[in-house]
């Protein structure tokens, strides 16, 4: 299939629940965007469809605003218009995890200001394998080792990547073919990265018979085992699951009994669910919290607060991962949470945030039959440091609550990848 026809095919199956009027695709300069940049303009010119373009300068390197800059003339050149999104924030932590996840949040808020149906990437069958052996040789399972999705929503937004098993060559043909330059990212030469050691390293695996079709059609037939694995945890979910003040619980023994995949397939989920993070725990931390737990001690884990009550496997949220959180009335606080001000109050510098040691002022809590610890850590309404509401702790309406998490949100996001 040639990458024309890959890009055509990925379309034409997204029309099938509606036409593609306006499309965006994000461009870094390097081959394969730029090769998709072409496919796309082609194919919105004989649709009657607009394109539009974005490039993301993280600011990490001193060659991006230079990179972005030929992206925008080439994109002149093409009549095509173009954004540059720059990434103001930078974190401490794992700086490349979180410009990935920047990039996403960026492009997200371009396609949806601009009214985009669908934004495309360029990740190519070459992407697909190099990540398939970084996760291998990370000791990744099941999930992990699965292909890389072609067609999903998120943030408001739905993603394609309509050249997934086009090879990178072809989309340099492409490149060639027109004249079109591209620019090459100095960090793909750069032996520091992971990525760039195994592409290194691939033609020694091809040696082997580890070339990029084995390599991809393997992920292809992971994606299957792990839709049958996570239909399997749906199902057992449905019947050994619920919500209760946000914490997950699950029905002992009957957790207990379930193989060992289904049950640490259900505790991620559940911990990613609580803490509202994109993703799961580390497979060796998570397998030992889970025996302990079920030994009897409480454990902590990605700001989840796990523990064993009576004959539920319970699963909270940590106190001090939620002391700093803050938010306005009626916005989204902790990821789950919607809470509003309460009627008639005029008060200053209203926020919402954790009940915390603020239970002490909720003296009937004991009668809604919830634990001091959960309590802590649901929302209330607070102004300079005065309680307002707190409704899950009887202080307040519990109409105040407009949005709580729900046991149907959590059992159906199992089969969400």
Request: aromatic fraction near 6%.
């Amino acid at each position: 299939m040639t990458p024309a026809m890959a890009l055509a095919d990925a379309l034409n199956r997204v029309r099938v629940g509606g036409p593609v009027l306006r499309l965006g695709v994000a461009v870094s300069g390097g081959g394969d965007s730029m090769a998709l940049l072409l496919l796309a303009r082609d194919w919105c010119a004989a649709q009657g469809a607009e394109l539009h373009a974005a490039t993301v300068d993280h600011g990490l390197r001193a060659g991006a605003a230079d990179e972005a800059r030929f992206v925008r003339e080439s994109c002149a050149s093409l009549t095509v218009p173009h954004t540059v999104l720059s990434w103001a924030q930078r974190p401490a932590g794992n700086v490349q995890d979180a410009a990935r996840r920047a990039r996403y949040d960026l492009l997200a808020d371009w396609a949806r200001g601009v009214g985009l149906d669908a934004v495309l990437l360029g990740h190519t069958a070459d992407d697909q394998a190099e990540t398939f052996v970084m996760r291998l040789a990370r000791g990744s399972g099941v999930d992990g080792l699965a292909a890389m999705r072609k067609d999903w929503h998120d943030r408001g937004m739905r993603w394609l990547r309509p050249v997934l098993r086009v090879d990178r060559a072809s989309l340099r043909d492409v490149l060639k073919t027109r004249g079109q330059d591209w620019v090459e990212d100095p960090s793909n030469e750069d032996r520091a990265f992971d990525r760039v050691r195994v592409r290194d390293a691939m033609p020694d695996l091809a040696q082997i018979g580890l070339d990029r079709d084995r390599l991809t059609g393997t992920a292809r037939r992971m994606t299957l085992a792990r839709d049958a694995l996570s239909w399997l945890a749906h199902d057992a979910t449905v019947r050994l699951s619920d919500l209760q003040a946000g914490d997950v619980r699950f029905r002992l023994p009957e957790f207990a009994d379930l193989p060992d995949e289904t049950r640490h397939r259900l505790l991620a989920h559940a911990i990613t669910y609580v803490s509202s993070t994109p993703y799961r725990p580390r497979y060796d931390a998570l397998r030992t919290l889970e025996a302990e737990v079920l030994d009897g001690q409480t454990r902590n884990l990605q700001g989840c607060l796990v523990s064993r009550v009576s004959d539920r496997l319970v699963i909270g949220r940590e106190q001090r991962a939620v002391e700093g959180l803050t938010a306005p009335p009626g916005a989204l606080w902790d990821g789950r949470w919607i809470l509003t001000a309460p009627a008639g109050r005029d008060a200053p510098d209203m926020q919402v945030k954790a009940l915390g040691d603020g239970i002490l002022h909720c003296e009937t809590w004991r009668a809604t039959g919830l634990t001091r610890t959960t309590l802590m850590t649901t929302p209330a309404v607070w102004s300079q440091g005065t309680l307002l509401a707190a409704p899950l702790a009887g202080f307040g309406d519990i109409s105040l609550l407009t949005r709580a998490p729900n046991v149907e949100e959590f059992r159906s996001a199992v089969l969400s990848h």
